[in-house]
């Protein structure tokens, strides 16, 4: 049996931050947010056989919550994947338990692991396939790699990874993982330099992770195990099941693995990468006009600049504005100063506490 | 038969200004803008029994668009008026056409018509009162009376009106009537002294004015006169013949009859007046919180400081802003920047020519 390249595809985020659009039941991965496309299709498509590269990707593994089978399952269609294994969680343990799950389906133990979040923009898809291919290497030897996205600003909202000596081509050992940093200690990082943006995305062969999981945590792979022996099949669907995931440790893959093992490497990449967590980040990757506005919807703009408008249904006129995100969704309007969208859980409380 | 001061309210005005919220089939007058009764209504209370004063006033007579019909009668039975005449034109004819209609239906030739726009706002009304009692003894001798407002900016939205020699009391004599000015000419006249807004509030005899458009515009009177004839009653509503009206010539009072007239006098008065000509002068008379915001409808508002917001229904939360003004009224949409709101006729066009 050939190894392939499998992408994991992780859907469990809940999508709080980009409120009034993503909302629980169509968190920001389901939403066509950035193209036409929703950010799980757009994801879906990095390596899929459209996405040209030398690479053998094989059918994805999604990770979902289960109340989005039917959303997942019709966006995958609509762009020609039917071949998928989607497994359903009943809750959430976060993302060392969801891999679990996906290493534990994979075909082959040889399989490498691609983990991506499904709600994340890569602008150079060449830039991400060249960092997987330089990874592979590694990965078939039993490497846990990290992708590192080298960084260009000091952002406080991303943890950082610190490289240290190359082990392969450009790919770098891990040092450490450092948690969300405050500005000072961003500004350092990025003045001192060998240290990436840790995005999430992760390449390994299943075996070598659930190794990884039997060494640092055995009752994560216990419970996962279980949870699959007593699940559900369903076409493309598995519904893990739900008592014996409960008793899963919840984890994310940094603090659960990453962190413990010993062959963890980082392959930097410059690949126009954004998690979108947020509006402000959303106006910073959107196309937009000349003068600087990225609009969605029915919006007239006059006399207005570097604005973000997008809107469900209603027609949005904007006059003489600058500076501005706003977003019409499911009846609700919200007005921010560019600047302020990490205000948005802000604005969900207080409307919570009426 | 006791002669009365009889309120001619008139409600002619489509209301463009306040688009989105006022649009031709409810325009400005027929909303509750300013408070929880619309501006007509308000108009009317000014002069009702409720309205304490020894004035005598006497029944309203409304002068409106037909198709405004059932509103006005459902707003004024609203607020306990149920005695009024109603005279629906079929299509507008200006001002100078509307009062003669209504100095046709007085029940005394020696009533005093307090001609009255539907749609200005007047906060101190023990002062309009005053102006009206300090006017009525010129009136009773057959002067055509204007109310100028006492102006505390160069503003060039109004007309003006240049007072010369005192008639009697406070009242002046009107030197002439001065069309809308520029800013230069506007602050002249500001630092000059002597001049007032035109308000668009009159008070005279229903028979001097009659004999007024008898001199000046013989054709409008004999039009009017044969509107009223071939017209048809039902209950409080008097509709005039179309064909009859469509003769009458389209001329404002101040053109038609003020500016040719002899006994011209004008009551100065400061009665924290507004024509609500715009967003900003809502904005500017509006009741506002501790940062200067106004606001109606489900409005949350965050670290927001001086804006007008406006909702007839979707919820609105606004952050970090300050100095917009946003309008939420029939599924649109518009958010101007504070001082923009001339603007609005170059979105209602935009969205026309789109």
Not at 298 to 314: E, I, M
Request: glycine share 8%; hydrophobic share 45%; proline share 5%.
């Amino acid at each position: 049996m050939t190894a392939s390249v499998v992408p994991v595809i992780l859907s469990g985020g809940s999508g709080t931050r980009l409120w009034p659009v993503s909302r629980p039941e169509r968190p920001k991965q389901l939403l066509a947010l950035t193209a036409a496309e929703t950010m799980l299709q757009l994801t879906a498509r990095r390596t899929d056989a459209t996405a040209a590269s030398y690479i053998s990707f094989g059918a994805p593994i999604l990770v979902a919550n289960a109340n989005h089978a039917d959303v997942i399952e019709e966006q995958l269609a609509e762009i020609g994947i039917t071949d998928s294994q989607i497994l359903l969680e009943p809750f959430g343990r976060n993302t060392a338990p969801a891999i679990a799950l996906a290493a534990l389906v994979a075909d082959n133990p040889a399989d490498a692991l691609l983990v991506m979040p499904s709600d994340h923009v890569i602008l150079d898809l060449p830039a991400f396939h060249a960092a997987i291919a330089q990874a592979l290497p590694l990965v078939s030897e039993g490497w846990l790699v990290t992708f590192g996205i080298t960084p260009d600003a000091p952002e406080t909202g991303y943890g950082y990874i610190q490289m240290g000596d190359a082990v392969q081509g450009t790919v770098k050992a891990v040092t450490r993982f450092v948690e969300k940093p405050d500005a000072v200690r961003a500004a350092d990082m990025l003045a001192e330099g060998g240290y990436a943006w840790n995005a999430g995305i992760f390449l390994f062969r299943a075996d070598a992770y659930l190794a990884a999981l039997e060494e640092f945590q055995p009752d994560m792979l216990v419970a996962a195990k279980a949870s699959l022996e007593k699940g559900r099949k369903d076409g493309q669907r598995f519904y893990p099941d739900a008592t014996s995931f409960e008793a899963c440790p919840s984890d994310s893959i940094d603090y659960a693995v990453m962190e413990k093992a010993a062959k963890v490497a980082c392959v930097p990449v410059d690949m126009g990468w954004s998690d979108v967590g947020s509006w402000d980040s959303l106006h910073a990757i959107s196309d937009k006009d000349d003068n600087g506005n990225a609009v969605r919807g029915d919006v007239l703009t006059l006399d207005t600049a570097r604005c973000l408008v997008h809107s469900d249904g209603p027609r949005v006129a904007m006059v003489g504005v600058e500076d501005l995100i706003v977003v019409v969704a499911h009846g609700d309007i919200m007005i921010l100063r560019r600047g302020q969208s990490q205000n948005v859980k802000k604005v969900t409380e207080a409307l919570k506490n009426r």
